[in-house]
């Protein structure tokens, strides 16, 4: 069946950097936008990034602008999150997801902390 597994989650200091990535099967990965999205400890989830089926056009949530980076490689059928220059309010469990959320992976933590 369709599944989404993340990876590359951990502990990172403040300014350090991490790179997630999402595993696609069970599905025509190339056929869909992708998102990123996240839950920081005690609060509901948030949109963090899009990405349209090519990867030719990407969108960011303004509070991580110049500091993540979204890419897919429809070859590996797999999405990137790359994220640079941490900051303690990244700190979250971040998920994969179909844009619009029908599907969507179990998530990996990330936190950022001296």
């Known amino acids: 069946q369709a599944q989404l597994v993340e990876s590359g989650g951990g502990l990172v200091h403040p300014g350090g950097s991490l790179r997630l990535s999402c595993a696609a099967s069970g599905f025509i990965f190339s056929n869909y936008a992708m998102s990123w999205v996240r839950q920081p400890p005690g609060k509901g989830l948030e949109w963090v990034s899009d990405?349209?089926?090519?990867?030719?056009?990407?969108a960011l949530v303004g509070s991580v602008q110049g500091r993540f980076t979204i890419s897919r490689d429809n070859t590996k059928n797999t999405m990137y999150l790359q994220m640079n220059s941490l900051k303690p309010e990244d700190t979250a469990v971040y998920y994969c997801?179909?844009?619009?959320?029908?599907?969507r992976g179990q998530g990996t933590q990330v936190t950022v902390s001296s």
């Open positions: 990405i349209n089926k090519d990867g030719s056009n990407t």
């Open positions: 997801a179909k844009k619009g959320g029908s599907l």
